[in-house]
């Protein structure tokens, strides 16, 4: 299959397009979001040259069903899901940050703790620790929004103090952060994974704090097999996993960190495919179905769209 890496829709009541890294977002008559989640795949904060056939399913889909499964914790942003990669949600404002929780010590984390630093967003971090070992507890380490280049880390007393989120609704999405983790380890768990760091989003509508966005996806997640963590970790070995890392250290391995002057290697077949099978792979793991490769195209992706548009 081709991969669907852009889409240019003329939607009922469409007063406006963004277009992200990776997602297509039509607003419609302000008052709903249609989320089109592209084959495009970005790292290091930059869109690469090829896209990846069936990634945009796989993210809507993991997406679709996290949210379902913390719609008990907070109101999320989700109305429905016309077609495999595009959600149909409620438009929300949305806060500033990310929320970033980390359980174990791995990606940007080890990354900024392998070059001395024992302060990670204003969160000590003890000494000792070695790459993808679990943390006294999780932490949470988030960022600011960029809207182009690279988002950047920001402590609690920073995000207060701007006036970036008042200190009740940051309380709030701590609260909410640790407990839809929470929720996701232990789901993941059940499925043999470790949930190892995740990001969050959020925004308010109507005065109420939602969920939004992607959840527990490997995009926004990094997931570790359960079954041998202990050993690696033990052996000091690369932990076996389902995330995006994967793509970030194919990229270093190339001489790519998305610094200025880089240019991105070339993606072969054989690249992208072998990163559409670990797409896939972290899909039926995590939520235990098992993934349909179905070929379709961004004509059928908007018909279907515009026929759940009418029912709202």
């Keep these: 299959m081709a991969a669907i890496t ?19 977002v039509y607003d419609i008559d302000g008052k709903y979001l249609v989320m089109v989640v592209s084959d495009r ?32 914790i907070l109101p999320n942003w989700k109305i429905a899901v016309p077609d495999p990669a ?5 438009r929300c404002e949305p806060f500033k940050v990310e929320m970033v929780i980390r359980g174990y010590l791995a990606g940007h984390a080890w990354r900024e703790y392998k070059a001395g630093k024992r302060t990670l967003c204003g969160v000590p971090l003890p000494d000792g620790m070695v790459e ?29 103090s701007s006036g970036l989120v008042s200190r009740e609704d940051y309380e709030k ?15 993941a768990a059940r499925q043999g994974l470790i949930l190892v760091d995740t990001k969050y989003e959020f925004g308010k509508k109507d005065g109420k704090i939602y969920l939004m966005d992607e959840v527990h996806t490997p995009d926004s997640s990094r997931y ?16 076996k996993q389902l995330s995006k890392e994967f793509v970030r250290e194919w990229l270093m391995a190339n001489g790519f960190q998305g610094q200025e002057g880089q240019t991105a290697p070339e993606m072969t077949e054989e690249v992208v495919a072998g990163i559409t099978d670990r797409y896939i792979e972290l899909f039926e793991h995590i939520t235990g179905d098992k993934f349909e490769r179905k070929e379709y195209t961004a004509e059928q992706m908007e018909a279907n769209i515009v026929e759940c548009l009418r029912t709202l």
């Design 224 to 239: 570790f097999y359960a079954d041998g963590y202990e050993e690696r970790l033990a052996r000091g070995e690369r932990q």
């Design 132 to 160: 993808n070992q679990k943390l006294p507890e999780p932490i949470i380490t988030p960022t600011s929004k960029a809207a182009e280049g690279h988002d950047e880390d920001i402590s609690r007393e920073e995000i207060i």
């Design 6 to 24: 852009k889409t240019d829709f003329n939607l009922p009541g469409q007063a406006g397009k963004y277009v992200g890294k990776v997602r297509d």
């Design 173 to 187: 999405l701590e609260e909410y952060t640790r407990a839809i983790f929470k929720r996701g380890t232990e789901i």
């Design 41 to 72: 795949i970005s790292a290091f904060d930059v869109v690469l040259p090829a896209g990846i056939p069936f990634k945009g399913q796989v993210l809507n889909l993991i997406a679709s069903k996290f949210l379902d499964a913390t719609a008990d």
């Design 86 to 90: 595009v959600t149909i949600g409620y």
